[in-house]
């Protein structure tokens, strides 16, 4: 009897998701440096939220103390992006096609990155059954990429910053960031199975519109 109970419970827990909510959290920062680690420590905690249907999601970072928050909502069928930036009461939204939105730099390491999986390095995080990921830039070995995916979960949403363009077998519920001298994990803290649809439609309010290539040269003042 209880272990049909836990068969019942593991497959409830694995059904597919084309629509719902995860949460993830920065758990885990590794560097050699002392100074590097105090500065980066205020990273640990940091929130990103998926919230996702079938042709529409919306990407929430929080960061640093809820100091810099980012929102990026993403419409397929109205092939449509909203970036919402807020960083210390500085407000910038850019409204952009899905084709606009993505960099010369983002076409480029989409076309050079190598995406490897390892089906037999296997992992469990929040009942779903997920596999191993690699990603390697030969243009910026230091920023590689280990993930834990699972082909559950049905969305586009793409979180791993700096990878947007690039297509993965799964949705990744776990990955670091990074090398041997510095690391950053993000693992995912909760999943639902629903969605507050309302959320997924942009608030601008407040914000000030700007095109992309004013806010990329905004944050290159910024030194990001």
């Not at 939220?49 to 960061?63: C, G, N, Q, R, V």
């Not at 850019?94 to 995406?115: D, P, R």
């Not at 309302?198 to 992309?212: A, E, H, N, Q, V």
């Amino acid at each position: 009897m209880i272990g049909l109970v836990l068969t019942f419970l593991q497959i409830n827990a694995q059904k597919t998701l084309s629509e719902g909510t995860v949460e993830m959290e920065v758990t885990e920062i590794k560097t050699d440096d002392p100074a590097l680690a105090a500065q980066m420590e205020m990273m640990k905690g940091s929130l990103v939220k998926m919230y996702f249907t079938t042709d529409k999601y919306l990407s929430h970072m929080s960061m640093m103390g809820g100091m810099v928050d980012m929102k990026s909502f993403v419409s397929q069928k109205e092939d449509k992006m909203n970036l919402l930036f807020d960083m210390m009461g500085q407000k910038i939204w850019i409204e952009s096609g899905l084709a606009e939105s993505i960099s010369a730099e983002q076409k480029e390491t989409a076309e050079k990155v190598k995406v490897t999986y390892d089906k037999n390095d296997k992992k469990e995080i929040q009942g779903y059954s997920c596999y191993r990921m690699n990603l390697e830039n030969p243009d910026a070995p230091a920023m590689g990429v280990k993930a834990y995916i699972t082909e559950d979960i049905k969305s586009k949403a793409n979180i791993i910053r700096g990878y947007e363009t690039v297509e993965f077998a799964g949705f990744p519920l776990e990955f670091t960031v990074g090398n041997e001298t510095f690391s950053m994990t993000t693992t995912t803290k909760s999943i639902k199975d629903s969605v507050d649809k309302s959320i997924l439609t942009p608030d601008t309010t407040g914000y000030k519109k700007m095109t992309m290539k004013e806010f990329q040269e905004m944050m290159g003042g910024f030194g990001m």
